[in-house]
């Protein structure tokens, strides 16, 4: 039986951020300062984790994508991720990663059942990356997509978030890696969640510039048919290209008609919608003891609760308190 919201949305997918930390400290993702941790304590045990997951299962969930903070980090992750391929009802589980922990986790993640992997990557220049995310480490990062792609996984999502002034003149370099690689290469617009001490409406390049920019250079895009994933990505190919070209466009042309996530969040919320702050805790009553029923009830509550849409058009300016790390970008 599907999961369906009362806008008759089937809901088949959990977004489960396991930490709020992470190895990167990008500019447009964490606040500059005013960052708490969460304590040890306050993280969602794996076993917790593992048991709503089998619960969302029961009610229709097939897909997990694990996130962060940055995965990779969090101490016994691969036999976490082992420990759920087996939960009746999941089909697939995927990972969105940095990229930074690939070259030596890609094989594990592979046997671990992980079966698609989405690598974050704001910029193709060692310098500029370092101005980024505050890291050196570029060429490990490649050198981890190289290792992702020798493991087996296909196709390997390359997702960039171009910032007005700071990355958007690699747009087009981005898209020409899909000319002679299987990538997906997908472009995000910039929402305003997290560092919301740097959030300007005019940082988002939407996702019309974004393809105005690669066809000026690059020639016009076909709809790609064959793209996989149900995702919110539109699809695109150069001519001749042997990847994919995707926009993801929360921003200018929302998906939220079709959107099919919960998300839990690193301290145990089910957070119906990104761009709401409504959420539903699950890691109290789980550490009170309830009992299954009550986490189903609480799940179907966060269908209830989940917002048509998000508003952004009628409240530009606004931002979101809690850093994607901690909601599970
Ligand atoms: N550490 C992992 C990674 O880098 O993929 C997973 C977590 S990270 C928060 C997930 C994604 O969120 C990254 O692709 C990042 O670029 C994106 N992200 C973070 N803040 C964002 C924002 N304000 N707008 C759009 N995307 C954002």
């Given at each position: 039986?599907?999961?369906?919201?009362?806008?008759?949305?089937?809901?088949?997918?959990?977004?489960?951020?396991?930490?709020?930390?992470?190895?990167?400290?990008?500019?447009?993702?964490?606040?500059?300062?005013?960052?708490?941790?969460?304590?040890?304590?306050?993280?969602?045990?794996?076993?917790?984790?593992?048991?709503?997951?089998?619960?969302?299962?029961?009610?229709?969930?097939?897909?997990?994508?694990?996130?962060?903070?940055?995965?990779?980090?969090?101490?016994?992750?691969?036999?976490?991720?082992?420990?759920?391929?087996?939960?009746?009802?999941?089909?697939?589980?995927?990972?969105?990663?940095?990229?930074?922990?690939?070259?030596?986790?890609?094989?594990?993640?592979?046997?671990?059942?992980?079966?698609?992997?989405?690598?974050?990557?704001?910029?193709?220049?060692?310098?500029?990356?370092?101005?980024?995310?505050?890291?050196?480490?570029?060429?490990?990062?490649?050198?981890?997509?190289?290792?992702?792609?020798?493991?087996?996984?296909?196709?390997?999502?390359?997702?960039?978030?171009?910032?007005?002034?700071?990355?958007?003149?690699?747009?087009?370099?981005?898209?020409?890696?899909?000319?002679?690689?299987?990538?997906?290469?997908?472009?995000?617009?910039?929402?305003?969640?997290?560092?919301?001490?740097?959030?300007?409406?005019?940082?988002?390049?939407?996702?019309?510039?974004?393809?105005?920019?690669?066809?000026?250079?690059?020639?016009?895009?076909?709809?790609?048919?064959?793209?996989?994933?149900?995702?919110?990505?539109?699809?695109?190919?150069?001519?001749?290209?042997?990847?994919?070209?995707?926009?993801?466009?929360?921003?200018?042309?929302?998906?939220?008609?079709?959107?099919?996530?919960?998300?839990?969040?690193?301290?145990?919320?089910?957070?119906?919608?990104?761009?709401?702050?409504?959420?539903?805790?699950?890691?109290?009553?789980?550490?009170?003891?309830?009992?299954?029923?009550?986490?189903v009830r609480l799940l179907q509550l966060a269908?209830?609760?989940?917002?048509?849409?998000?508003?952004?058009?009628?409240?530009?300016?606004?931002?979101?308190?809690?850093?994607?790390?901690?909601?599970?970008?």
């Open positions: 039986m599907p999961l369906v919201d009362p806008r008759n949305r089937i809901i088949d997918y959990l977004r489960v951020s396991v930490t709020d930390r992470c190895n990167l400290s990008c500019a447009y993702c964490k606040p500059r300062s005013g960052m708490r941790l969460l304590s040890h304590g306050d993280v969602l045990r794996y076993e917790e984790i593992h048991r709503l997951v089998t619960v969302a299962a029961t009610l229709g969930i097939s897909h997990v994508r694990i996130t962060g903070g940055e995965p990779l980090v969090r101490r016994d992750l691969l036999p976490f991720l082992a420990s759920l391929r087996p939960v009746p009802g999941i089909t697939d589980i995927s990972i969105t990663t940095n990229g930074l922990l690939l070259e030596e986790m890609a094989e594990g993640l592979r046997d671990a059942g992980i079966c698609r992997l989405n690598i974050s990557l704001d910029s193709l220049k060692p310098a500029r990356f370092a101005g980024i995310t505050g890291s050196d480490e570029w060429g490990r990062v490649w050198r981890g997509i190289e290792k992702a792609e020798t493991c087996g996984f296909a196709p390997i999502k390359i997702n960039m978030v171009p910032v007005r002034g700071v990355n958007d003149d690699e747009i087009v370099d981005f898209a020409r890696l899909t000319l002679d690689r299987q990538f997906h290469v997908r472009f995000i617009e910039l929402m305003p969640i997290g560092a919301h001490d740097r959030w300007d409406t005019d940082s988002c390049v939407s996702s019309e510039e974004a393809r105005r920019a690669i066809e000026e250079v690059l020639g016009p895009l076909e709809p790609a048919s064959d793209a996989t994933g149900a995702g919110p990505a539109r699809n695109f190919r150069l001519a001749g290209g042997r990847g994919v070209i995707g926009f993801i466009s929360p921003i200018t042309k929302h998906f939220c008609e079709s959107c099919r996530r919960l998300r839990l969040t690193a301290d145990g919320r089910i957070r119906p919608c990104l761009l709401s702050d409504t959420e539903i805790d699950v890691k109290s009553p789980m550490r009170g003891g309830c009992g299954d029923e009550e986490l269908l209830q609760v989940k917002p048509e849409r998000h508003y952004l058009a009628e409240a530009p300016g606004a931002c979101f308190e809690r850093t994607m790390s901690k909601i599970g970008g």
